[in-house]
């Protein structure tokens, strides 16, 4: 096949297509944005120094501070994940019509590769065409951002670049993956020329393994404090250990959220199925059954936000619990003031990226959402033909939309929760023994005098429990559900499209 | 429905064991249901035919019921010559002849496209009255499959009428443009 | 009785008119079938007949009653109602069983579970499919979808069903076998049948047929005006 051949094939889509290419550009461009940005917070260069030395030239010390920068980066890169699983589902947008589309050039003779590398490089271009836009929008928001202040400080690290190879790895790598991603989601077109066949029925639902993983998970995390404990602050084999159990930890419960959404999809359509009254319900109960894994593919992204949302909350609390707790016990000793409001300011940022991430993930929603309403339309049309009324159908896609939605939500916020306060259960304070003087200042000052006005306090070894951040959770969890009804609604604007009567005339 | 062999029909009906005149004409209109019923006369002078070539034989009479209940019974001959004619394929329309071709072919030649087309839709409405006729016999819960099966044989061959004239009617003006250039 | 009447309706899809003014009426169980070349119109004028779409110019009345000037929720209403609709294929839901399809009409009319599956099961019983009450249709022949499709447009035993190319996706034995069971099972009810087909053979099973070209009545199938050649029957 020639290129322009090719190229010509690539482009023959529908407008769907062209919404895919457009928004798997967009996710690329986003995604590499995330990544030159923590690319760069990591291409700081540690002034000369100790340890603690800190980068001057930055307000933020979140910047500053050697010992955070990874973090940033890390937060960063997480952001990514959200990004990623908005790329995923733009991939699925009109996928079945590419299907149909690529199937029949199979049935005219194409070969597997031919029509692969169609799809591949379809995929490729787009994000390529994302990467660079995001290459270019960095390069011009660091020219347009680097404006030091009075003191010569710097907003964000616009003074360093990532070496070049980060960059191309970034810029080219991603398109690469998509691209690879897609020949494998096309395995099953490319090798049949009759598109979609016929679909053997399920015989079981998904079983609840899911269970396991949560518990290992929660396990796995909640024993980080304890090993920690026994440890002597030298071993530093075992120290390096817990990040890993945290993220091993972390992701084994986060994974175990989202495949156990599949579960609660199709136990919840067993329920409607045997209880449903009304069509709706009905119709949403077949389809939760029939595909449980749809959920678990849609909600991924934002049950993943509502986890790390509901772990920050908790971290929240732990701070706030340790800065109650410093401040009683500084009164005690006489003193003003708690902790470094620093933690708590930080978590503020945490929130914003919370916030981020579930308004990128609900944007893989909408197009999930759509994309299951084009899929059906033939169907629709035909129940619309047989006068059921639009409302009913819209009725059914909500119910299909938030009955999983809403317990897997609530799973994600509790397994959250324990994730977070299985790491920060406890605010603690050791203790100390101050000598506090009583008496004007000459007196004390007087070394000779002073110890008869001088008086110890005891404060002895607090362990507090802080209270779990309910109000906090119910926001994140309202905020969540909201995101589910908000694209719910957008997804409705498409069902009267998909309803018209042409669907009917496409053979 | 030319090239009814009745010859072979009753060859066919001998196979299974002696049988009368009166017989044969019964099982041969239960047997093909929608074809022309035999005549008595037709039987006996068939089955004379077949006696004289030897293919069956007379197998006694019965006395009591009357001399004209003769039954017969198939000869080794007569069996050769129906295993010899179930093994040979029909030769599949070797000629195209059919009244209702020939008189479109006739209406075009001696008259204009307006009478060709008058007889065309005229034989469409007959058509369509006989293949729903048979089609209601076919539906009915009482039919049994000889029924069904033998209106089914004039209904493929109504509907395969029925899309020739339909297509012919298209092409009729066009078709007497060529014979008459 | 007339039951349902359309008169000089004219639809067009954009600059194409598909029906250039046609008149038809339907009586109170009969069966007519709607024939014609492709693109002649024939599913245009059902949908214009079931009020799934609405005409140009020209009225269609159900009963005495105008229906085409009725708004969208009335229509869907009387197509729930008092019409059954029959597509080619493909107006199965993928995710419901063979009985849920079927009783899917009757749970929007407001019809309890139970009763509803009672009476799909006796409808797929009659279309001789009651053992895939609980298959889906992914796993069930082209023919054995078509009996359950035609299930429920009978299920709500409705006065008037609409069928567009029925038998369209299936072979010739299957097809007579759905269709003669669908018109035994109307004429047991006195359902109106509007059938729209291509082929003679199907349109045999009506008791009249109109023959529709570019979107007019080309002629109507009934009564013969010539004398049979030598009254052979």
Redesign the interface.
Known sequence: MRAGTLVRLALAGTRTDTARVVLTALSALLATLAGLAALTVLAIEKPPGDAWAESEQYRNALLREPGLRGGTAFALLMLTIPVLALAGQCARLGAPARDRRLAALRLAGATPGQVTRLAVLETGVAALLGTLAGLGVYLGGRELLHRPDAQGQLALPTDVLPSTGAVAAVVLGLPVVAALATGVLLRTVTTSPLGVSRRAGRERGPRPWAGVLIAGGLLTVAAIRPVLSRLNDDNDVLLRLVPLLLLVGGLTAMIGVVIGTGWISYTCGRLMRRYARRPPALLAAGRLMADPWAGSRTFAALLAAVIFGAGAAVLRAYFAAQDALDREQNQLAGAAGGSDPFYLSTMDLVDVAVAVAVLIASGGLIVAVVEGIVARRRAYAALVATGVPRATLSRSVAWQALTPAVPAILLALTVGTLLGRGLFGRVASSGSSVGVCEASAALCDDPATSAQYTRVVETPPVERVPDVPLEHLAWLGAGATAAVLVTVGVGLLFLHSSTALDELRAA | MGGVSTPHVLLGLLAGGSRHGYDLKRAHDERLPRARPLAFGQVYATLGRLQRDGLVTAAGQDRAAGPDRTAYALTGQGRATLDEWLSTVEPPMPYVASTLFTKVVVALLVADVDRARSYL??QR?????R??E??RV??D?AATLSDVVAADFA??H??AD??WL?ATLDRVADWHREVHP | MTQLQARGVVRAYGPTPALRGVTLDVAEGEIVAVTGPSGCGKSTLLHCLAGILRPDVGEVTWRGHRIDTWSEAARSRLRRTEFGVLFQFGQLVAELTAAENVSLPLLLAGTGRREARTAALTWLERFGVADLADVRPGEMSGGQQQRCATARALVTEPRVLFADEPTGALDTLTGEQVLTQLVRLAREQHTSVVLVTHEPRIAAYADREIVLRDGLVDHTGLGLDVPLAGGAR
């Open positions: 839709t005229a409405a007959a058509h369509s009255a293949l729903r048979l089609t076919k539906a819960p209904i493929a109504l509907d029925l899309r339909r």
